[in-house]
Structures are given as C-alpha cells and as structure tokens.
C-alpha cells in the first residue's frame, strides 16, 4: 500500500500500487468530452481495479470497478469540477475610470458513486471568496 504521496495532475502516478492511503490524485481541472466535463483518466490504458482510501480524487475518473473509500474527505467519490468559472461580470467607475470585475465561482458537474458518474442536470456553482 502506498500512502501520502501527492500524485496531482499526473495521469499515471509515479508509483503504481493497486492501494492508496491519504495521497492525492487531483487534477486542476475536469477534461470537455463532446461537451460533457469529465474526470481525467488515471492509470489510462491500464483497467487494474484499485483501491483510493481517503485520497483526494478530484477531477479524476478511476480504472474501472476501482474501490473509492472515503474520498476528499466525504463518504462519496470524486467530484467534477471547473475550477474559476465566471459567472458575472460588472463594470465600475473610479475616478473617471471602467473597471471590469469578473465574479468566479467553481463549478461542479457531478460525481462519482459507486463506480458510476452522477451529473447534475444543471450545475452547481460554489461562489469564490474575494480576497
């Protein structure tokens, strides 16, 4: 078993295992697929069933009849995710000046449970804290 390394944004880990305790998978962002937003295959071309306990999985797709425990912290799988998506977009006046102020949020397509992708009908966007 391998546990806590950070494998983000590689499609095949540097260390193949068929288990993975508290490492993370995440990918910046989900992948278009004729217009659908999908998780980025890990382990492409290899279909291994793996096991993912509490690892963080998002934007992933698993090998197929993998085992997702605990992912992200939540009892459910990996999320899909666009990452800074703008929603609005306001214009404002200082001192004789435009200012364009684009408002971001992330949004989620859907997830993964139990072995099988789940969308959202529409998605659901999580406003961007200004900071």
Known sequence: MTKNKNFSNQATP??????YQD???????????AGQKKGVRIFPGDDTPRT?????????EPPP?????????NLTGPSIIERM???ATDT???????ITVDEHADRIHGSLFEGV?????????????VK
Do not use: L, M, Q
Request: with cysteine.
């Open 14 to 19: 540097s260390v193949i295992d068929t288990e």
């Open 23 to 33: 490492c993370n998978f995440a990918h910046t962002n989900c992948i278009d697929d």
């Open 52 to 60: 993912f306990i509490d690892c963080n999985v998002t934007n992933c």
């Open 65 to 73: 009849n993998s085992i997702i425990k605990k992912a992200n912290g």
């Open 85 to 87: 998506v703008v929603v």
């Open 92 to 98: 404002v006046t200082v001192d004789g000046n435009s």
């Open 117 to 129: 992708y789940s969308y959202h009908a529409t998605p659901i966007d999580i406003p961007r804290e």
